[in-house]
T-cell receptor, first 114, second 114 residues
Framework: AQTVTQSQPEMSVQEAETVTLSCTYD???????LFWYKQPPSRQMILVIR??????QNATENRFSVNFQKAAKSFSLKISDSQLGDTAMYFC???????????FGAGTRLTVKP | DADVTQTPRNRITKTGKRIMLECSQT?????MYWYRQDPGLGLRLIYY???????NKGEISDGYSVSRQAQAKFSLSLESAIPNQTALYFC?????????????FGDGTRLSIL
């Protein structure tokens, strides 16, 4: 079974600075997908960024980028130029290639301070 | 209108009561899921359904049951609610296998059992 570990329960960052959230996973699959979801206080689950395991290039979406290290099974999220609206819970998620199984980490609560 | 709609948004009830949480979707996805979210544990899968005639247990199905009334509707029942079922519940949908599209979530139902 796949497992996803987020080792930082809480983090904080000053507005306009950069922060990196960590995520590691365990799987015997070779093809899979990885995601970061954001959950603001409104409790919606909002997709931030996705990465296909077969792609070596790290995904980027505006201020959000990932560092995907397949051999190390690591998938960290970097948020540049942090904004107050980035304050949220962030979940790392793993999905099997056949879309049969999606696993989430325990989450990291990020606070952006003015 | 939301693509995935959960009702009710919030519910407070007493131990021993039967509760039904409902989910409907307009995305036309075949696959639907129920998760519960607890602090420090992330999202855990309760049940999932790949079509109307296919229901599968997830990681934590004990104490829950589901019904897939139609492609667009998937309900979760707690036959006799207990306090440790107090949690935030999410419904999600996804397209068929081998799609890189992640699961799409409703806005959640916060359930409190006294």
């Amino acid at each position: 079974a796949q497992t996803v570990t987020q080792s930082q329960p809480e983090m904080s960052v000053q507005e306009a600075e950069t922060v990196t959230l960590s995520c590691t996973y365990d799987t015997s699959e070779n093809n899979y997908y990885l995601f970061w979801y954001k959950q603001p206080p409104s409790r919606q689950m909002i997709l931030v960024i996705r990465q296909e395991a077969y792609k070596q290039q790290n995904a980027t979406e505006n201020r959000f980028s990932v560092n995907f290290q397949k051999a190390a099974k690591s998938f960290s999220l970097k948020i540049s130029d942090s904004q107050l609206g980035d304050t949220a819970m962030y979940f790392c998620a793993f999905m099997t290639y056949n879309n049969n199984d999606m696993r989430f980490g325990a989450g990291t609560r990020l606070t952006v301070k003015p | 209108d939301a693509d995935v709609t959960q009702t009710p948004r919030n519910r407070i009830t007493k131990t021993g009561k039967r509760i039904m949480l409902e989910c409907s979707q307009t995305k036309g996805h075949d696959r639907m899921y129920w998760y519960r979210q607890d602090p420090g544990l992330g999202l855990r899968l309760i049940y999932y359904s790949f079509d109307v005639k296919d229901i599968n247990k997830g990681e934590i199905s004990d104490g829950y049951s589901v019904s897939r009334q139609a492609q667009a509707k998937f309900s979760l029942s707690l036959e006799s609610a207990i306090p440790n079922q107090t949690a935030l519940y999410f419904c999600a949908t996804s397209p068929g296998p081998y799609s890189n599209q992640p699961q799409h979530f409703g806005d959640g139902t916060r359930l409190s059992i006294l």
